[in-house]
Every structure is written in structure tokens, then in C-alpha cells.
């Protein structure tokens, strides 16, 4: 997330706007990016980014090749650095989603081309880019926000939150036990942001206190993919945190609700706050296919309009 400056950020969620309004006007594909390719490559299971960045990539006109680790010779050994070295030489993007943040450093140190971050253990940028865009849709502006992240907050989704969160500068709290307390190097990153923006951030462990007057309420699975072995652990660790209707009482009256989806109901959400008033999942999950394409033209085109 951190990769882009605040005006880099604002630029994609104003982009992201505009791709939205075109689309909607029946505009579907517009064929700014023909001739361009992206590589989508997962090496962990996806729904919603592999569908929304494979349409996002028609939709701007592009070839998408989707790949999973497996069935290309990364599966049998061969080195990223070799596979990013062939693979930039045929398209103009790759799009990795890795079990470890350092498979996708080794990508962009070797490539030459863009690398886009769809999801590792240490981030999930892409998410946030389209939560930013709903939030705006949804609330008019960030300044002066409250949002609240509650459970797990060393995870990938509540990293690249709170960065995006207070590069727009949106007070930003999270709830969480303290052996799961976001990474330094990513709250110091935060700091700068807020110190530029005006945002507050605040790092707790009792989530009824953290969510007073929030305005937007997010929290994302307890169990991460790549997390399987320490699952047990980890809902020991979090099982005060479920966020419920009593729990969103607590906030604003008109709080919304979010969650990256996939959401296992019953352990980090109910499923009467997921399918509630409050909730804007769906939109959050929509979203994600215009705060993408507007990455991919902002990457390949800047100067596009
Ligand atoms: N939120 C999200 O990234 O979902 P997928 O794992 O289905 O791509
Ligand atoms: N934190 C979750 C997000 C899934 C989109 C995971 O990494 O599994």
C-alpha cells in the first residue's frame, strides 16, 4: 500500500469513480488497454480477485492469462527470479497472490514490469484501494472518520487498511489482543501518514471501547489462508472479538459494517451483522472490480483521463 503516495491513492479512487460511472452508463469495455497483458498468478485460492481482475483486465480492453502456481514450473522448482524474468518479457503486468510477502519482493526485483500485490501474508492492498472507494460512496469523504478494525490486526487485510485509512486521513482505531498487534514497520508507516494527514491511530484491546462512534465498523477472518496450523490458536486469541449487533450498538447509528468476504459467520462476525442493515459487503465486494481497473490504468497509462 505504501508504494503510493496519498496522491497516488486519491488519483486511483477518483479513476475508480469515473470507470464506475462509464460502466454503469453502459460503457463496459473500453479498449484504452488493447494490445496490453497481465499475468494473473495465484498461488493461493481466490473468488472475488480472481474473477473481478480478470473482468477488470477485459473490461479495459487487455488479455488476462490466469495462472495457478501449480501447473506453471514454479510448481516444480523453477526460481521466481527466472519465471519473473520470462514472464515480464511477455506482459505488461504480473499479478501475484503469494503465501509469503518475500515470493512478491523477488517478483519485482526481477521483473520489468509492474508487480501488483493480490494478496499475500503481509498485505492485500487491492482490497483496501476498492474499501477506500466504498467508504467514499458510502460516507461522502474519509477526513475526520472513525474506523474501527476489529479481531485479528496483524493480518494482511488490517495492514494495508490502516495505511490506506490514514493516507486519506481517517482516525483509525484497532481492536485487538495484543500478540496480534499490527507490525511495527507497518504503524510506523501509518504514523507518517497521519502526521501528513491529520489521522489519529489508536491500537487497543477491548473492542466494545474501540468501537464508540465509529462510523465504519471492518473486521476479516480469524484464520488466515496459510494459517491452518495455528487456527486453534489463533481462535483462542480472538474470541471475544466476534463482532454482533450488540457490539455495533455501540458505534454511530448509521455505522456500516464490512468485511473482506470470504467471512466464516459465527466466529469473527454473526450472521445477523453480516446480513443486517448496517452491512455493505456486497458493495465492498463490488467495488473491487472498478478500484481494479482503475490500478491497471493508472499503471499502464498515468496520463489516461
Ligand atoms: N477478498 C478477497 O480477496 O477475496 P478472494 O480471496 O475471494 O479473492
Ligand atoms: N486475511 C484473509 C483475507 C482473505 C481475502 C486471508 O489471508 O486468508
Redesign the pocket.
Known amino acids: 500500500m505504501a508504494d503510493l503516495t496519498p496522491w497516488d491513492l486519491s488519483r486511483i479512487i477518483e479513476l475508480a469513480q469515473h470507470l464506475k460511472r462509464r460502466y454503469y452508463s453502459g460503457e463496459r469495455v473500453l479498449n484504452v488497454l488493447r494490445g496490453y497483458s497481465v499475468a494473473l498468478l495465484f498461488e493461493k485460492p481466490s473468488t ?2 480472481r474473477v473481478s481482475m480478470e473482468l477488470a483486465a477485459i473490461q479495459l480492453g487487455m488479455h488476462p492469462i490466469v495462472l495457478t502456481w501449480s501447473e506453471t514450473q514454479l510448481g516444480r522448482g523453477e526460481p521466481i527470479k527466472d519465471t519473473a524474468r520470462v514472464l515480464s518479457r511477455y506482459v505488461d503486468l504480473i499479478a501475484a497472490r503469494v503465501y509469503r510477502h518475500e515470493s512478491l519482493l523477488e517478483f519485482a526485483r526481477y521483473s520489468l514490469v509492474p508487480v501488483v500485490n493480490m ?1 499475500s ?1 503481509k498485505e ?1 492492498p487491492l ?1 483496501a484501494i476498492a474499501d477506500m472507494l466504498t467508504i467514499l460512496e458510502v460516507k461522502g469523504g474519509f477526513k475526520g472518520l472513525k474506523l474501527v478494525f476489529v479481531g ?1 490486526g496483524r ?3 488490517a495492514h494495508s487498511l490502516i495505511l490506506a485509512a490514514t493516507m486519506l486521513g481517517m482516525n483509525m482505531v484497532v481492536a485487538t489482543p495484543p500478540q496480534l498487534a499490527p507490525e511495527k514497520s507497518v504503524l510506523d508507516k501509518a504514523y507518517e501518514f497521519a502526521d501528513a494527514t491529520g489521522a489519529r491511530i489508536e491500537v487497543i484491546d477491548d473492542p466494545q471501547k474501540a468501537v464508540e462512534d465509529a462510523d465504519v465498523i471492518y473486521t ?2 480469524w484464520v ?3 494459517e491452518e496450523e495455528i487456527a486453534e490458536k489463533k481462535r483462542q486469541l480472538l474470541k471475544d472479538y466476534t463482532v454482533t449487533t450488540e457490539l455495533l450498538a455501540k458505534a454511530k447509528h448509521d455505522v456500516v459494517f464490512m468485511h ?3 467471512a466464516h459467520r459465527g466466529e469473527e462476525v454473526t450472521d445477523e451483522v453480516i446480513e443486517g442493515p448496517h452491512s455493505i459487503v456486497w458493495l465492498q465486494a463490488e467495488n473491487r472490480l472498478h478500484a481494479q481497473k482503475a490500478v491497471l490504468l493508472w499503471l499502464l497509462q498515468p496520463r489516461t483521463p
Open positions: 472475488r480477485t494478496l501474508d492485500h482490497q485479528d493480518n494482511n487485510v476479516d477472518v488466515s489462508m496459510g473482506c468476504l470470504p
